[in-house]
């Protein structure tokens, strides 16, 4: 009994020291967010309208907390070390409906869950956002865009808007750096052509 207690013992001790060496082992992932671009606020011309900014939606490389980057075309990685801050769809989510509730041109910007009285909705599905590495690195942000009428489920309006911007900083900080600088003006754009429509 004396034998098996000494076993026993050793076995947890093994596998609390194995633990610890995991739980400190490994270095903490750098953990980025996108900015919400500068867009100067104007009331002159605000549209009346109340805005809902749905959710995106992704493919599942897209769906998540990886940072993508692209090496030959057709062939995608996740950047060593980094990880978004949440799921990329809600992060675009949240820094765009911030672009339009700074810009003043609407009367109401919301997301699902606000208790807005909705007129159209923003639909976005993320097509690209990723680091380009094939000779020059570049970002790449392509953002497909349907303004819906909640009203009656009409379509007013579709487009796609791509950026680029090139990866200027070293390191983890500089890809993210310019995907969110690619990110800033295909948001800045979306904003400026929804309030010409609305």
Do not use: H
């Amino acid at each position: 009994m004396r034998v098996v207690r000494q076993i026993s013992a050793a076995v947890g001790l093994s596998l609390l020291v194995s633990g610890c060496a995991l739980l400190g082992g490994s270095k903490p992932l750098d953990t980025f967010e996108l900015t919400t671009p500068a867009i100067e606020a104007q009331t002159r011309g605000r549209s009346y309208r109340q805005i809902l900014i749905a959710e995106p939606s992704a493919l599942k490389a897209l769906d998540g907390q990886n940072i993508v980057i692209s090496p030959a075309p057709g062939n995608i990685q996740y950047l060593k070390g980094a990880q978004w801050a949440d799921r990329l769809p809600k992060i675009v989510q949240a820094r765009l409906a911030d672009t339009f509730q700074r810009s003043g041109q609407f009367r109401g910007v919301g997301r699902p869950g606000e208790g807005l009285a909705i007129d159209y909705q923003v639909v976005i599905e993320v097509r690209s956002f990723q680091i380009n590495v094939q000779g020059t690195s570049t970002a790449e942000v392509e953002l497909f865009v349907r303004l819906l009428n909640d009203r009656n489920g009409v379509i007013r309006s579709e487009k796609v808007f791509a950026a680029t911007a090139p990866v200027a900083g070293a390191g983890n900080s500089g890809y993210v750096a310019a995907l969110d600088a690619a990110f800033g003006q295909a948001a800045i754009e979306i904003v400026e052509w929804t309030a010409k429509l609305l």
